[in-house]
């Protein structure tokens, strides 16, 4: 049985959503997107292209002017607990233990201390750091960070991650285990989980389907299906045909999209207003 046969309930649906940050530039133009409960899909484009605002988007931090999203058939509010976040950097509080940054969440929704401890360890073994507990967080490596970040956001038991290029600064080695890390998760908890990145491996190594973004406005561009097999396990999977075929295809369509026509003056002129209005706000 495959992963997400064994999820029940209903889709993630982006509807006809039209978006732009105040001005005449559209960052998206009737964007459509359905994602299955318990998929894993990547989100893959050049910088600019919209993936940071389309989870803005999905976690209710910004509205569509025009359609709307939905998880299993409620829209989505940035307090709602069915959502977690993991950024590129770990946005830690430095004065907190690793284990008390995990509790945070939790105290916030009032999970009463016994509880919240249990909840907290539970996850906190899960993401490998059994045994730094009590560390404060700089004294952890950015690997290490990084899973406090993730452990935080599990902990909350989410069934919809979203993750903002979790790995970006971390180092390739460092980056496959916490890839192989997240699987192991992603298979013991089952949730729905947006990834994005910039690294075309990173991509069809986890994902169940590769969205490719195109410059503002053409949207997506292309929904690649990955077929390869799991469970993946490091060189068994990376060595694979398959992974080359789909790596291949992947450069192919992002050159394609980044040398989509660049916006017009007229644009670039109307996108930095909005960006110095956002900015005064
Ligand atoms: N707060 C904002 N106000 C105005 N314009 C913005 C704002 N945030 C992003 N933009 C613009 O919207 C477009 C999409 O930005 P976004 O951050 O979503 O891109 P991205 O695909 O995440 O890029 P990267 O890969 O560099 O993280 C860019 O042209 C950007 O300049
Ligand atoms: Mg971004």
Not at 152 to 163: G, H, V
Not at 220 to 226: L, P, S, T
Not at 264 to 271: G, I
Request: proline share 6%.
């Amino acid at each position: 049985m495959s992963h997400i046969d064994r999820v029940g309930g209903e889709d993630l649906v982006i509807d006809s959503v039209n978006f732009s940050y105040g001005g005449k530039l559209s960052i998206f133009l009737n964007l459509n997107l359905n994602v299955k409960p318990g998929e894993f899909l990547s989100i893959i484009g050049p910088s600019g292209c919209g993936k940071t605002t389309l989870l803005n988007l999905l976690s209710g931090f910004y509205q569509p002017e025009q359609g709307s999203v939905r998880l299993r058939g409620q829209p989505i509010a940035p307090e709602d607990t069915h959502l977690g976040y993991v950024f590129q950097q770990p946005t830690l509080f430095p004065w907190l233990s690793a284990i008390e940054n995990v509790e945070f969440g939790l105290r916030m929704i009032g999970i009463p201390s016994d509880a919240r401890r249990e909840r907290a360890l539970k996850y906190f073994h899960l993401v490998g750091l059994k045994g730094f507990e009590d560390f404060l967080v700089l004294r952890l490596s950015g690997g290490m960070q990084q899973r406090v970040s993730l452990a935080r956001s599990l902990a909350m038991e989410p069934t919809l991650l979203l993750m903002d290029e979790p790995f970006g600064a971390l180092d390739a080695i460092t980056r496959e285990t916490m890839n192989d890390e997240l699987l192991r998760i992603w298979d013991e908890l089952g949730q729905t989980v947006l990834f994005i990145t910039h690294d075309i491996d990173e991509a069809v190594y986890l994902s169940d389907r590769i969205v490719v973004c195109g410059r503002p406005p053409h949207g997506i561009y292309k929904i690649m299906e990955n077929e390869l097999p799991r469970p993946r396990s490091g060189p068994n999977t990376r060595t694979k045909d398959l992974f080359w075929q789909y790596k291949k295809q992947l450069i192919e369509d992002i050159a394609v999209v980044t040398a989509q026509s660049p916006q017009s003056e007229e644009e670039m002129r109307e996108l930095r207003l909005a960006q110095h209005a956002e900015v005064l706000e």
